[in-house]
């Protein structure tokens, strides 16, 4: 091959891509929306910052199931957390997803999961999936999908524990409030058999109630680091029975 020869990819700088995307003041550059002609409904050319479409791309990116921390080594940011200010999806919009995961069959898993695959017919299904996912609000824990335009949240702060969460398998930065919150309960869990090592009255229900929160927590940390799990599956937990904590409580119990 002839080393003069250009090829038809080049780098090109930022102020460039500014310039396409958003033009030139002095008109002498159309921005990309005024060269296909979008206009706004009073009839002006449609203008926008780079850092809109910044905005748009990362929106798309979560709309199309990317993890948090695919998202923020794609978008060059420094910390998972700064995801969140480009979040402009709709709760509306992700229930939507989740509704579609969960008629999928391969999407999701749990017992809405379950009762929607013994349903027949498609139309039922499909009345019977949007009753149960009317909404989905982000929660530190996963999706939440109680319509709070109904009723209030009757677990407030306690999102783990509730059964209107729909755990992203491999979401980074949900594992880590799980993996933050479980360490408070392990410290509250100490000060509760503290308590009641020196008789204090009504301990053993406190940690009754901090082992309930640690076993579902460590489910949920469970959930993501299953290798079996694809990453983005829509994960429901059952919810946790009496005899299920009264083994867990004998299990600790030994252990201790």
Same mark, same amino acid.
């Given at each position: 091959?002839?080393?003069?020869?250009?090829?038809?990819?080049?780098?090109?700088?930022?102020?460039?891509?500014?310039?396409?995307?958003?033009?030139?003041?002095?008109?002498?550059?159309?921005?990309?929306?005024?060269?296909?002609?979008?206009?706004?409904?009073?009839?002006?050319?449609?203008?926008?910052?780079?850092?809109?479409?910044?905005?748009?791309?990362?929106?798309?990116?979560?709309?199309?199931?990317?993890?948090?921390?695919?998202?923020?080594?794609?978008?060059?940011?420094?910390?998972?957390?700064?995801?969140?200010?480009?979040?402009?999806?709709?709760?509306?919009?992700?229930?939507?997803?989740?509704?579609?995961?969960? $008629?999928? +069959?391969?999407? @999701?898993?749990?017992?809405?999961?379950?009762?929607?695959?013994? =349903?027949?017919?498609?139309? &039922? %299904?499909?009345?019977?999936?949007?009753?149960?996912?009317?909404?989905?609000?982000?929660?530190?824990?996963?999706?939440?999908?109680?319509?709070?335009?109904?009723?209030?949240?009757?677990?407030?702060?306690?999102?783990?524990?509730?059964?209107?969460?729909?755990?992203?398998?491999?979401?980074?930065?949900?594992?880590?409030?799980?993996?933050?919150?479980?360490?408070?309960?392990?410290?509250?869990?100490? $000060?509760? +058999?503290?308590? @009641?090592?020196?008789?204090?009255?009504?301990?053993?229900?406190? =940690?009754?109630?901090?082992? &309930? %929160?640690?076993?579902?927590?460590?489910?949920?940390?469970?959930?993501?680091?299953?290798?079996?799990?694809?990453?983005?599956?829509?994960?429901?937990?059952?919810?946790?029975?009496?005899?299920?904590?009264?083994?867990?409580?004998?299990?600790?119990?030994?252990?201790?």
């Amino acid at each position: 091959m002839d080393a003069g020869f250009n090829g038809t990819v080049e780098l090109v700088t930022d102020a460039q891509i500014n310039v396409y995307l958003t033009g030139l003041k002095s008109a002498a550059q159309k921005s990309i929306l005024e060269r296909l002609g979008f206009r706004d409904v009073e009839g002006n050319f449609l203008r926008g910052t780079s850092h809109q479409f910044r905005h748009w791309l990362s929106t798309l990116a979560d709309e199309t199931g990317f993890l948090g921390l695919e998202q923020a080594r794609w978008m060059g940011r420094a910390k998972l957390s700064h995801n969140s200010a480009y979040d402009h999806v709709t709760p509306v919009e992700r229930a939507r997803e989740v509704r579609e995961r969960t $008629a999928s +069959r391969h999407g @999701s898993e749990g017992p809405v999961t379950e009762i929607a695959t013994r =349903i027949n017919d498609p139309i &039922r %299904r499909s009345e019977f999936i949007a009753a149960t996912v009317p909404t989905a609000h982000v929660t530190d824990m996963g999706l939440c999908v109680h319509d709070w335009d109904a009723a209030p949240c009757p677990k407030h702060g306690s999102c783990a524990l509730c059964d209107k969460i729909r755990i992203v398998k491999g979401k980074q930065e949900d594992r880590a409030a799980a993996v933050s919150e479980l360490q408070d309960v392990e410290e509250m869990l100490q $000060a509760a +058999r503290n308590e @009641s090592d020196m008789g204090t009255y009504g301990a053993s229900n406190w =940690i009754r109630s901090q082992l &309930r %929160r640690k076993l579902q927590l460590e489910r949920i940390i469970a959930v993501h680091d299953d290798p079996a799990r694809p990453d983005g599956m829509i994960v429901q937990l059952t919810k946790l029975s009496d005899a299920e904590l009264d083994q867990y409580l004998n299990l600790q119990s030994e252990r201790i």
